[in-house]
């Protein structure tokens, strides 16, 4: 199955990297607590980090205690950065795709994966890898853009607004056809793929998996307040999370 | 918290009858073959079904090979048909909402509950007893009106429809939004209550149980070639189906 590496795209690359240097953007207010919320305790543990991009998580995960990191992208770009802002002797960035981790080393006690997985068309493939490399009770911990993102195949307008443009509700269409979504994001043609909430997570638990949960997170009044644009997380979560945990009993 | 019987409410009752009445409806395309799909083994079985109306489904799981089936319901009309047309004794039904469910004596080895559990406010507290009632190992079988559904909040139209009328797209708001819904059903003021996906995985997990598969069933190219009306289950299906299993290991 295809293995897409847009972010070696020299203008995707260079977009992305000017979304994430904003002060305000989804990922800092959302997805990066939501995360670290959901983190189980990585003392003296060994994390894998799939899509680890320019690291800085990698180097989050010793500071919290973690032994060593592996940290795979399928972006030169992105690991150039890593190494170059984010090294340490205890990380070990490869440059591999998600696909691929069959050939690593493990067992792993945790694997993170951080606003990947809807990249990957193989997804019960790599879940199933993921099993293989941990550990017996090892956490599985990933975030991926929501499914009522993904599920968007680009015909018609993505919201409806009210006459002074605000997002009165989502226009859901196509939920329960899954599969590839071409979208333009920086460029065109950026490849996701789209599983509907059952797919996720009865792809989890076939691979012996026990979700431990879920979050769909969206505006606090606290966050509201500061940025009321982001009143439309009540009606489309931008982010779906998993926690789940190895288990040999099912 | 608040028990809902609006089963008991003459025109609903008449209106409801009606409905599954009719040869063809979503209930017999889409929920009992979902249902039976995911059906356990009831050879020998104990069995619990929380909201059992009429009690069709109670005879049928006795020729399924349980040993005895409770049914309870909070309608006393439904449970005059359930008594009339379903009776064996090897069935006992109770008048008994399913927030009261504690005064049960157990264990069950498998409970189920078909279309019942959005009518019910406080789902944690009927998760907990559930799983007090099974024993190690038992499973847990429900359907419920998809989120997708629950969430409507009664303003603006459901759908988005082009100019002969087809269903384009639902219009999705207030998903984050979870709690009460008071929609109109063959009468007003029906109390549904919406929660979104992670809320009833995080229920489930949080109460012990380990989630085996979920479903959200569509229409089949068969299906679809005869009531072609059931394309819009692409866009919203109608049912959410979870099948869960008891475990004091988490």
């Keep these: 199955m295809a293995k897409q590496?847009?972010?070696?795209?020299?203008?995707?690359?260079?977009?992305?990297?000017?979304?994430?240097?904003?002060?305000?953007?989804?990922?800092?207010?959302?997805e990066l607590p939501t995360l670290n919320a959901l983190m189980p305790d990585l003392t003296g543990k060994r994390i894998l980090d799939l899509g680890c991009g320019s690291g800085e998580r990698?180097?989050?995960y010793l500071k919290r205690g973690a032994v060593s990191v592996v940290g795979i992208?399928?972006?030169?770009?992105m690991l150039e950065v890593a190494k170059r802002e984010n090294a340490d002797p205890a990380i070990t960035y490869l440059h591999m795709a998600m696909e691929d981790i069959a050939s690593l080393e493990g067992p792993f006690d945790v694997a993170i994966s951080s606003l990947a997985l809807h990249?990957?068309?193989?997804?019960?493939g790599v879940?199933?890898?993921?099993?293989?490399l941990l550990s017996e009770g090892g956490i599985f911990l990933f975030s991926q853009?929501?499914?009522?993102?993904?599920c968007y195949t680009g015909k018609g307008e993505r919201w409806t607004r009210?006459?002074?443009g605000k997002k009165i509700h989502l226009n859901l269409a196509d939920y329960c056809i899954e599969g590839k979504r071409e979208t333009t994001w920086f460029v065109d043609g950026v490849q996701r793929y789209h599983r509907t909430f059952s797919t996720t997570v009865n792809t989890l638990a076939k691979a012996g998996f026990q979700i431990l949960q879920m979050e769909e997170p969206y505006a606090s009044p606290e966050i509201l307040e500061k940025?009321?644009?982001?009143?439309?997380?009540?009606?489309?979560?931008d982010f779906l999370f998993v926690k789940a945990k190895k288990t040999s009993l099912y």
């Excluded at 940025?227 to 979560?237: M, N, Q, R, V």
């Design 127 to 132: 879940i199933e890898k993921v099993h293989d």
């Design 145 to 150: 853009e929501h499914p009522f993102s993904t």
């Design 227 to 237: 940025y009321p644009e982001y009143y439309d997380l009540f009606h489309k979560p």
């Design 119 to 124: 990249y990957v068309e193989d997804f019960a």
């Design 58 to 60: 990698c180097a989050d």
């Design 73 to 77: 992208d399928i972006s030169e770009k």
């Design 5 to 30: 590496n847009i972010f070696d795209n020299d203008t995707f690359f260079e977009g992305y990297q000017a979304l994430r240097e904003k002060e305000v953007n989804a990922n800092n207010l959302f």
């Design 162 to 164: 009210d006459e002074n």
